[in-house]
Each structure stands twice: as C-alpha cells, then as structure tokens.
C-alpha cells in the first residue's frame, strides 16, 4: 500500500542531545513538509523540500534541521538547539501543487527525559 | 500574511443530528483552495473536503459538505448524520495559487458526538 511512514512513533531525548525523525513515502510525492503541533496550536511547518537535494524553511524552523537526499525520504533532526522540542511532529507529502492535498504520517510523539 | 481563524474550539452534537464548523481565512489572492482536515485520536490526518476558489458550487463528499462565501471568507463544514466515528479534531487549511502547496492551518475545533 502507499503511504507515508514514519518512525519512530515515540521518541525520548535527553539534555544537550540531537535526535532524528524518520519519514519515508512511496507515493512518488515530489513534496514533503514536516510540521510541529502542539495543544491549541494546530500545525505549524518547520521545513519543507519541493524537490531533491533542496529544501526551505518554515514558520519555526530554528532548532531543526533536515535533508533531502532521496525523493522518498526526508528525516528531521531536532538538534540540542531546540529548547522545547516536545510536541507531535507529523510528516506529509503532496505533488508539490496548491490544489492537490497533503498527505500524512502517523506522526512521532518527542519527549524530554 | 495569510491567517485561517477556527474561533470554535470545541463543539459537541448528538448523534444522527447535524453540526457546523466555521473557519474564516484572510488572504488578498484570488487563486487559493481551503481544505478541512479530520484529526481522530490515533492523530492521523485525513483529508475529508477540499473547495478550490474558483468554483462557485459548494464541495460535498457524502455525509460532509462546505459552505463556501467568497466575499465574506468563510469555509464552513457541515456534518451531516453525526457518527460516533466523526469525533475527532478538525483542522480547516489554505493553500494559494503560488504556495506549491504549503498549507496554512487554524488551530482546529474538537468535536465531541454523543450517543
């Protein structure tokens, strides 16, 4: 089945540590967007990568990085630099056009220990 | 920059009744699409309607369907024949003709369905 998956589904970090997100479709998207969403926030988009080996910043992309060396993957990094990183952070991928949706991953829950 | 409002943060229906989720959005494009979200508690989005501007007919998919006014910016969702199933939270989206899909969101309404 096609889809998006990401992993893992709860992650622990602990002080002065990065951790990595893992999103990976099959859907052939030529987009994918990570967002963060935290209780009465909705969601809120911290990178996003049009097309291989490129991608931008979003509304809160400070303490986050990413890369896009495969059309099919687009882990996240929550560095150390990121003072508040527990939320959910879901995954999405579309083709890349305004009238066409997103679609989404079960989402990774992130907390601190 | 563009906004989406949800100014409802909850809203409860009875089952088998009919409820309204309202979303305004403020943008100066004329090329945009609104889409409204479902989030259930295993937290996946689901895609339930999409309305392209252009189009002055209003989207339906089966149970749900929108009320689309143009001029006043209002996205609302209707449900019709409430299920058990329809709790969740919902999510209303804006997405412009140059955005290359980016999608802005509201803060989303939780709706409650009692049997």
């Known amino acids: 089945d096609g889809g998006i998956t990401q992993s893992p589904k709860y992650l622990f970090r602990k002080e002065g540590q990065n951790v990595t997100l893992s999103c990976e479709q099959n859907l052939n998207h030529d987009a994918m967007y990570w967002y963060r969403q935290d209780p009465g926030q909705g969601l809120r988009l911290i990178y996003y990568?049009?097309?291989?080996?490129?991608?931008q910043k979003g509304d809160i992309a400070e303490g986050y990085s990413v890369s896009r060396e495969k059309k099919e993957s687009f882990p996240l990094t929550v560095t150390s630099a990121q003072k508040n990183p527990t939320a959910f952070y879901l995954c999405?991928?579309?083709?890349?056009?305004?009238?066409?949706?997103?679609?989404f991953g079960d989402g990774t829950r992130l907390s601190i220990l | 920059a563009q906004t989406v409002t949800q100014s409802q943060p909850e809203m409860s229906v009875q089952e088998a009744e009919t409820v309204t989720l309202s979303c305004t959005y403020d943008?100066?494009?004329?090329?945009?699409?609104l889409f409204w979200y479902k989030q259930p508690p295993s937290r996946q989005m689901i895609l339930v309607i999409r309305?392209?501007?252009?189009?002055?007919q209003n989207a339906t998919e089966n149970r749900f369907s929108v009320n689309f006014q143009k001029a006043a910016k209002s996205f609302s969702l209707k449900i019709s024949d409430s299920q058990l199933g329809d709790a969740a939270m919902y999510f209303c989206a804006y997405s412009d003709g140059g955005s290359q899909g980016n999608l802005i969101f509201g803060k989303g309404t939780k709706l409650s369905v009692k049997p």
């Open positions: 309305q392209e501007a252009y189009k002055q």
């Open positions: 990568s049009q097309i291989v080996n490129d991608f």
């Open positions: 999405a991928s579309s083709w890349g056009y305004s009238n066409q949706p997103q679609h």
């Open positions: 943008t100066s494009e004329s090329d945009y699409y």
